[in-house]
DNA sequence: TATTGTTATACTCTATAACTATA
DNA sequence: TATAGTTATAGAGTATAACAATA
């Protein structure tokens, strides 16, 4: 239960607000043969992650790995996983949609989305259901039992909305919303050529 | 070159500023039996994310997903991902350090870390130095050529922030990354008891 | 011919156990 | 006994091709 992605930072005290040092940068490298470390050159103390810690995507990727952390420890008691527990909110909210347009709408892929429906399903929380006017399709709906644990889910969820928004002070969560979407929509890499060509 | 998570939403418009609407929710479900679509209660057009929009999580996901796709795309002619930059980047700023402590401070497991090192070595991008003082042990350094990539790495990785910064307005860059690492340190889930527990 | 759900499959990332060689 | 690097392996998550049933 841990997942990393670019690069994770566990233990360091990570240096936020300390200055980083960019000082000693060795223009060239030691002689790629053998090395005493025992010296002081490197082997010093905390390794420097330097420009990383102002890198956005990096920061990005370690908060989003946080807050996961935090929902899935939040969410063992309900058994239910971040990917789960939004397929249950759109079901529960686009009720007797088609199978594939919820998996679209989430960016799960079609083979993928099978096995989490099996899954919900199994569990009894959710059911597909043929559909009369076109039968290759299954409407899918959440049954009492998942209404009841989306309920329940959806509260633990503002807990951790109230912790991270307590977290980021005054209206701090709503303007992190906000700045992520702009980093969502428009794309990025569309229609952005770089400065200079 | 497509990583999902959460759920991911490629082509729905994104209702980011459109209105929640959360009028038209269905307290009962139909009758998990069979569902005719075709009148108008659920087949409709688009489907709702409804509150998703709104949690730090998934858009945070999201979020970090855009920038990772863009960053795999520039860094594309570099032949370098993310996870590899950060390494290359450490490496640079910590030469000659062990490669238990390169991979410890970026959170990669040592298992996990002796193919990418070897990948960084098979290119001739870092070098692995026997350590005369501990001689189980391996120096981590880059090579000329290592260094020369990261320069041209850390010239596209300016670019992108520089796409970001500008995006976000001014300041805002810098305010991001100042409240995701408030979401990263200390840590979400310890010390912090939920709000009546 | 196109679409829906499905199966099979592969590739990446991450995690753990256990080995080896040193200390 | 403990540590550094390694091997082997297992599990997620995600991607594509292809099939059967239906349109």
Known sequence: MDERGVAEDRS????ANATPRRGRRP???????EIDEGGE??????????ELTGVVGYVLRRAQLAIFED??????????KPAQYSVLLVIG??????????AASLGIQRPNFVAMLDELERRGLAERVRSVTDRR??????TDDGRALLARAAAVQAEQEAIIAERLGPGGREALVE????????????????PEG
Not at 12 to 15: D, I, L, Q, T
Not at 27 to 33: G, H, N, S, T
Not at 71 to 80: E, H, P, T, V, Y
Not at 93 to 102: D, V
């Open 12 to 15: 360091a005290p990570s240096p």
């Open 179 to 194: 700045q992520l979407r702009r980093l969502v929509t428009p794309p990025l890499s569309a229609g952005n050529p770089p």
């Open 71 to 80: 929902f899935i420890a939040r969410f063992a008691a309900l058994d239910l």
């Open 137 to 142: 399709s299954h409407a899918i709906v959440l």
């Open 27 to 33: 223009a060239r490298a030691p002689q790629p043969d």
């Open 93 to 102: 909210r686009n009720p007797g949609r088609k199978q594939s347009e919820i």
């Open 41 to 50: 050159g490197a082997g010093a103390g905390e390794i420097d992650l330097a």
